[in-house]
């Protein structure tokens, strides 16, 4: 009689820590929304990456075609300096824009990158 007590008691005893354990854990929909931000945050991200990058190498190669390269010329970041048809010197930058540059900022050497 003391055995099953005791059984009853010690499993009355879990099933309230259970339930008071339960009553503190976020709903399962919080938990699913939050992780959806979270993969709707990071296309965002990547998406505007893979923008950047696409503009950048499609205007790079629209001036290496229409400009002329200034040979022995970098710009301060390090990119390929070219002359467009009204004898302006710019390079292309990360995010595919031509960034102008007059002729004391370009450099002789090319910089070094890490």
Not at 2 to 29: M, R, Y
Not at 54 to 59: A, I, N, R
């Amino acid at each position: 009689m003391k055995n099953t007590f005791k059984i009853a008691l010690l499993t009355a005893g879990i099933f309230a820590a259970s339930q008071s354990f339960a009553q503190h854990h976020e709903p399962v929909t919080k938990k699913v929304g939050h992780a959806a931000e979270d993969v709707g945050h990071a296309t965002a991200v990547a998406a505007k990456d893979v923008g950047h990058k696409t503009s950048e190498v499609s205007v790079k190669g629209a001036a290496a075609i229409t400009g002329k390269r200034y040979n022995g010329h970098w710009a301060p970041t390090g990119e390929l300096v070219y002359i467009d048809k009204h004898s302006r010197y710019y390079y292309v930058d990360k995010r595919g824009h031509y960034k102008y540059l007059s002729k004391w900022q370009l450099k002789t050497t090319k910089p070094y990158k890490r």
